[in-house]
């Protein structure tokens, strides 16, 4: 190994370093308490649940089915390395996670013979555009085993070697099992496809290969195993609910990548970078990358939770295309390679300093600790209404003492309605409230993202049947009072 290839892996080395600090951050999502609260469900009764462990909703929907039983086996290992090693040894699963994704990019890179002067830069660009998707969920394991499957396929395209193809519908067995996100993945998968048999007819002239019999087995697999996980054709029915489900007006995942400007800064110049790159595609040896780029580029604009599957995916066919495309520039590997190294390793320095890097433990701020001690504490307990952020947290702090009225899981989608005239006292909020015989209300002073305050808490402070019992910086904490 020459001089040059030791300076790129050490680049390399401290980029991919800089990234797992700042993926290592304290536990924010407020979807992961209940992720591994039914990972631990499922472990201890042995089995799928089939409607809510919880006892919250009435699940008998494809919405509550698909996620009651689409992410079961992610929940299961999360809840595992929470059980083995603790909060922090989730956060450090997270980190490890999102890094070798990154490092699968390089792989790849390396595979289509992308220098330096681009598979680096794309790799910082890459892990900027996804920093914001640290979540601990099941959604992990998708970008994973979306990685590993199309290093499988530029393995295969570049050595033609068959057991990297008949990998593929093994990573799909277990992603059928272990998040949603199998079903993006079966598109890309049929995407690939199509454009690798299509190259093989203008090479060939014929469709008739054993090259594309081989490629159309590995896609029917991969689509078979998909169909036969335990939510079946359920998956495909809740993609078509999707689109009529109020919940998609609620939640930031749902979200288009502009909406949420600024923070999809560096996605964007991903996907200026991605136009730029597209005349390199046009290419009967490329068509497969640019068809799959294309299309999930598209998709990617719709929704903020499809960011990473794209970027992920495009990262190494965009370096690629870039690097056939100025084949001409020239540059210094040294220079480049330095100046990674130095840039990132200023950065590294920058999150220690400000102790934004390599962070253990939970962000308290975001979740109603004080008022779960207090109810732990008084011994209270019974129905509770609740705001969907703190549900899950509700759920695995509190299980059997308090009964959410909702949570991120949503299982029953009509109770959005209820929920919305609730948090706003509308005449028909009120009724709802009553209707719904809460012992306990545990409501934020108002919505995080908008500054807006909850007519909620007013309404509850003067209701003559209502109490305050505790109150922080979260919110109040208030009780029914005793007749």
């Known amino acids: 190994m020459n001089e040059r290839k030791h300076f790129e892996y050490l680049a390399l080395a401290v980029l991919l370093t800089t990234f797992f600090g700042y993926f290592a951050v304290r536990v924010w999502d407020i979807d992961f308490w209940w992720h591994i609260a039914t990972g631990k469900a499922i472990l201890e009764s042995g089995a799928i649940p089939g409607v809510d462990p919880f ?35 989730v956060i450090l699963f997270r980190a490890g996670v999102l890094t070798l994704c990154l490092a699968i990019v390089y792989l790849r890179c390396r595979l289509a013979s992308t220098g330096s002067l681009y598979s680096l830069p794309i790799i910082a660009l890459s892990g900027l555009a996804i920093l914001h998707h640290t979540g601990e969920r099941p959604q992990l394991f998708s970008f994973l ?33 272990t ?11 049929g995407l690939f496809g199509m454009g ?13 290969t054993p090259e594309n019999r081989r490629m159309a087995l590995v896609v029917m697999l991969s689509a078979i195993v998909l169909v036969l996980a335990p ?20 939640t930031s995942e749902y979200a288009s990548a502009w909406s949420l400007w600024p923070a999809t800064l560096y996605y964007w110049i991903f996907i200026g970078a ?19 780029v294309v299309a999930i580029g598209v998709i990617s604009v719709t929704g903020f939770r499809y960011i990473p599957l794209f970027i992920l995916m495009a990262a190494p066919y965009v370096a690629a295309s870039l690097s056939r495309m100025l084949a001409r520039v020239k540059a210094q590997a040294t220079m480049v390679n330095l100046a990674v190294l130095l840039v990132a390793s200023g950065c590294l320095a920058y999150g220690v300093q400000q102790k934004k890097v390599f962070q253990l433990g939970v962000q ?3 979740f109603p ?15 509770m209404f609740n705001t969907m952020n703190w549900g899950g947290y509700l759920i695995w702090n509190l299980p059997g003492k308090v009964t959410p009225f909702v949570d991120g899981r949503m299982l029953d989608p009509t109770r959005i309605v209820p929920y919305t005239h609730i948090l706003w006292v509308t005449p028909e909020g009120r009724q709802f409230f009553e209707q719904g015989n809460f012992n306990l209300a545990l409501v934020p002073y108002g919505n995080a993202y908008s500054g807006e305050r909850y007519p909620l808490v007013d309404y509850l402070l003067h209701h003559p049947d209502w109490q305050p019992v505790y109150q922080d910086e979260m919110g109040y904490l208030f009780a029914r009072r005793a007749p």
């Open 364 to 366: 308290q701020q975001r």
């Open 369 to 383: 600790s004080g008022a779960v001690a207090f109810i732990e504490a008084n011994k209270l307990g019974g129905r």
């Open 196 to 208: 690798y048999m299509l190259e093989q007819r203008w090479s060939t002239g014929r469709f008739d």
């Open 231 to 250: 939510n079946g054709f359920t998956t495909f029915k809740h993609i078509i609910a999707l689109e009529s489900n109020p919940i998609r007006g609620i």
């Open 55 to 89: 006892g919250v909703y009435d699940a008998n929907n494809v919405w509550g089915q698909t996620i009651l039983k689409s992410q079961w086996l992610g929940q299961v290992l999360l809840y595992s390395i929470y059980r083995w090693f603790d909060i922090d040894g």
């Open 145 to 177: 085993y979306l990685s590993l499957i199309f290093l499988l396929f530029d393995g295969y395209s570049r050595t033609g070697k068959r057991w990297l193809l008949y990998g593929i519908p093994l990573v799909m067995l277990m992603w059928s099992n």
């Open 274 to 292: 991605t136009l730029l790159s597209l005349p390199g595609f046009v290419n009967k040896t490329y068509l497969k990358q640019g068809g799959v």
């Open 179 to 189: 998040h949603g996100g199998a079903v993006l993945g079966e598109v890309e998968i």
